[in-house]
Every structure is written in structure tokens, then in C-alpha cells.
């Protein structure tokens, strides 16, 4: 598992917060309409071989095992069907977001899922798990939110979020193009992409925008069936095999 303010652009100029959220997690940002330079990327390269996913009992993944203050800075390093890629946190740049991260990453939290939202030339969402009753401990588990102190650039990572205050939890999403446009809104950038951009920008995102305004992936049904419904039905999704915190 990206609505700060659903904004209307132009017609619509003040609608780009509300899509990054998913159902109690945080949507996430609504895409811009598109244009020419957001024509759709080359074809992936081949992937690599098959990885045997990583898995965690739900005890495991409870909220309250998240209490960790993070590093000041520091690198998550993730691996994926597609390849890998690494995400440099600054401490500074989003406090709360930089420690949920932290912790996140540190107790497996990642490992297994999908990158259940990709649409080119705006982002890549992920963060919902894959087991629904790990989903179930953590749509509430939300952290206060952070002021946006950075741009929203390509390659830069944030957390969705809805329009409502404090409502961050555990769903991300990486920039593929400068969305300057989602700073009002307030996705506070906690860190950047420094090795994979590749990787990143070639996740699958055939299937579009997510269900109802399109015909991606539900984040509800995520929530509630998990990987079970993501492998039946949207089998060509890219998936997170491991991610690590690793020496800056």
C-alpha cells in the first residue's frame, strides 16, 4: 500500500492529495492528467531470476514492536522481482516518517508485499501487507504528521496519506517525475532514491490506476484478502522479496 485534499487540476487544479491514501491506510496522491512527457517507459528489462519471498508471523509485524527512534541518516536497501534499489533517509526531513520507516523496514514489515499502485510518469505506491491481519493491527496505527520541508522530486519517497490530519501509517510511494505539485498538500519527503532509479522505474504498471477509477488492484480488498487476491488477480505485479536497513 496513495487524499490530503482531493485538488482539481486546471478544471481540477486543486485535486493531487487525494489518491496516494489507501481505504484506512492513506490513499496516496491523485495522478495529474497526463501529458507527453508522461508517456508510458520502454519496456522493463528482463527480470531477474525468481526469489524465494521472505515471510513473518503477524506477531512479528505488531505496531507495538515500532518504537525505535531511527539514525539521523540512514539506507534501506531493497530487494524486489524487478531488481534492487536503495532509499537514503535523512532524519531531518520528516522525523515521524523517517522513524515509522525505520521500524517498518527493520521488522520485516516490507518482505512479501507488492507494489500494488504504479502509474507512469507519477509514482510507485506500496505498503499494504500481505497478510490481512497484519493489515487489520496497522490501519490505525497512524504517526503525527511531519511538515513538508522537502519537494516532492523525482526519486524521492513519502507517505500516503488522506485528508485527514495525522492519518500516515504504512503505505509509500517513490516519485517517477517532479510532483512539486503535491508539496501544498503536504507529503513530507523523508528520503530519496541513490542506487535502482532503474529498477524503480521499471516495476510493472500495466494495470493502471487502482479500482474504483480504474482498473488496478483494490486497496480495500488488499486489506482484507491480501497477496491471495493480488496473485489471482493481478499476477504481473512486481514484488518486494526482502528490504534491509544498511550501513549509510
Not at 474504483?212 to 496473485?231: C, F, K, M, V, W
Given at each position: 500500500m496513495i487524499d490530503r485534499a482531493s485538488l482539481a487540476l486546471a478544471a481540477r487544479a486543486c485535486c493531487l492529495a487525494g489518491t496516494l491514501l489507501a481505504a484506512s491506510c492513506g490513499s496516496g496522491p491523485s495522478a495529474p492528467p497526463a501529458t507527453a512527457a508522461d508517456a508510458p517507459l520502454s519496456a522493463a528489462p528482463p527480470s531477474p531470476p525468481a526469489l524465494a519471498p521472505v515471510h513473518h508471523a503477524a506477531t512479528e509485524l505488531d505496531p507495538a514492536l515500532a518504537t525505535e527512534r531511527a539514525p539521523d541518516l540512514y539506507r534501506a536497501r531493497?530487494?524486489?522481482?524487478?531488481?534492487?534499489?536503495?532509499?537514503?533517509?535523512h532524519r531531518d526531513w520528516a522525523p515521524n516518517g523517517a522513524d515509522r520507516f525505520y521500524e517498518l523496514v527493520k521488522m520485516g514489515f516490507f518482505d512479501d508485499t507488492r507494489f500494488f499502485r504504479a502509474i507512469a510518469g507519477f509514482m510507485v505506491q506500496f505498503g499494504i501487507p500481505g497478510d490481512p491481519q497484519v493489515a487489520a493491527k496497522w490501519r490505525e496505527a497512524r504517526i503525527p504528521d511531519d511538515p513538508a520541508k522537502q519537494s516532492n522530486l523525482r526519486g524521492y519517497v513519502a507517505f500516503a496519506q488522506t485528508s485527514s490530519p495525522n492519518s500516515r501509517t504504512t503505505q509509500v510511494f517513490i516519485d517517477y517525475r517532479d510532483n512539486t505539485q503535491l508539496d501544498a498538500s503536504n507529503f513530507a519527503p523523508f528520503g530519496r532514491i541513490v542506487d535502482g532509479m532503474d529498477v524503480v522505474t521499471t516495476l510493472y504498471k500495466g494495470y493502471g490506476e487502482?479500482?474504483?477509477?480504474?482498473?488496478?488492484?483494490?486497496?480495500?480488498?488488499?486489506?482484507?484478502?491480501?497477496?491471495?487476491?493480488?496473485?489471482a488477480e493481478?499476477?504481473?505485479?512486481?514484488?518486494?522479496?526482502t528490504a534491509q536497513i544498511v550501513a549509510p
Open positions: 531493497f530487494t524486489t522481482s524487478n531488481g534492487t534499489f536503495i532509499i537514503e533517509v487502482g479500482a474504483p477509477n480504474g482498473g488496478g488492484p483494490s486497496q480495500d480488498r488488499i486489506q482484507s484478502e491480501g497477496n491471495a487476491y493480488l496473485d493481478f499476477p504481473k505485479l512486481d514484488r518486494i522479496v
